[in-house]
C-alpha cells in the first residue's frame, strides 16, 4: 500500500513550568512534506536531565532512521534497532553527565506496510476517523491506569487521582544487568483517506479531554494548521511543557483490495482497532507494573 501524507503541523510549548523537557522530531513547526516518521519525548524527572534525555532520543532515533529506507520497508525488528540505538545513546549520556535521566517516548512510521506506531510511558498517540472520532487512543503506561484496570479506582476517578503523574515505564539510563524497558508496538493498515494521527504529550490531553480534541481535528470548517495553533492556544498557559504533531493522510492506495485490515475497524472498544485490523507487539517484561501492582493491592488491602 501506498500513503500520502498531508501537510504536518506541531507545536512546542513550555507552559507554565520553569524549563522545557519535552522534544520532538522533526523539531518544527512545520515540517517538510516528504517526512515519514516522527517522534515526540516528554523528559522524566523534573529536572535537566529530563530535557536532556527526551532530546537525546529524539536526535538518536532520527540518526538511526535516516540511515534506512523506512518509507518503503519498516518491520518490527527494524524498530527494535532504532529503539536499541536510543537507549544506547540515552546510557552514554547517562555516563557523560554522572546521573540518571528517563523520557517517555511516542513514535509513528508511515510505511508500504502501513502504519507503525509506539510508545512507552504516558505520551499519547491518537488516530482519528471522520463519521468515527477517536478508533484508537494508546494506554498510558501509567500507574493510575493500572489501578483502573485492575478496578481498584474508575475511569472517571482517574481523572484527578494525584497519582496520575506516576508512570510504570519510561526509557532510561540502567546498568548492564538491568531490562530496558520495551516499547507498545502497534503495526496496522487500517488507514485511510482523511485521517488524523496525533502524537501529544500529557500536558496537552491534560488540558483538552477527548471530545474537544475530536472536534477541533475533525473540524472541517477550518484548515489543519488553524486546527494545531487553536490546541496550541489552549495550552500554552498549562502548568506543564506540552507538545504535538498532527499527522495527516490524505491518499492511500492499496496494492490489495480484499486486505480487510484497510477496509475495517475497530467499533466494538472505542479506543482499539479490532484484531483482524491491528497487531500488537507487547514485551513481556513488565518488571515495573508487576512491583506497582503488588504494591497497590497491599495498599487497598
Known sequence: MKITLGQSYSFLQQGLRDHQEDSRYPDNDKPSASQRYFVVCDGVGG?????????????????????????????NDQFSKVLDAAYNALDRMAKRYNGEMATTLTFACFHDGGCT???????????????KGIIYRSEDHSLVNSMVHNGMITPDEAIDN?????ITRYMESVDSDQSRCMATVLK????????????????????????????????????????????????????????AILIPIIKVE????????????GETKKFSHSDSTLEEIESTQRQKETRLQKWIKQLFN
Open 162 to 166: 494525584p497519582q496520575k503523574h506516576v
Open 188 to 243: 496496522t493498515k487500517d488507514v485511510r483517506n482523511g485521517d488524523y494521527i496525533l502524537l501529544c504529550t500529557d500536558g496537552v490531553y491534560n488540558q483538552v479531554d477527548d471530545d474537544e480534541l475530536t472536534n477541533i481535528i475533525l473540524n472541517t470548517d477550518i484548515s489543519n494548521k488553524k486546527k494545531v495553533k487553536k490546541l496550541a492556544q489552549i495550552c500554552e498557559d498549562g502548568d506543564d511543557n506540552n507538545t
Open 254 to 265: 492499496s496494492d490489495n483490495l480484499d486486505d480487510k485490515s484497510i477496509e475495517t475497524t
Open 117 to 131: 506506531l509506539a510508545h512507552i510511558g504516558d505520551s499519547r498517540i491518537y488516530h482519528f476517523r471522520k463519521g
Open 47 to 75: 529536572s535537566e536531565d529530563g530535557e536532556i534525555a527526551s532530546r537525546t532520543v529524539c536526535r538518536a532515533i532520527a540518526r538511526t532512521i535516516d540511515g534506512m529506507r523506512v518509507e518503503t520497508y519498516f518491520p
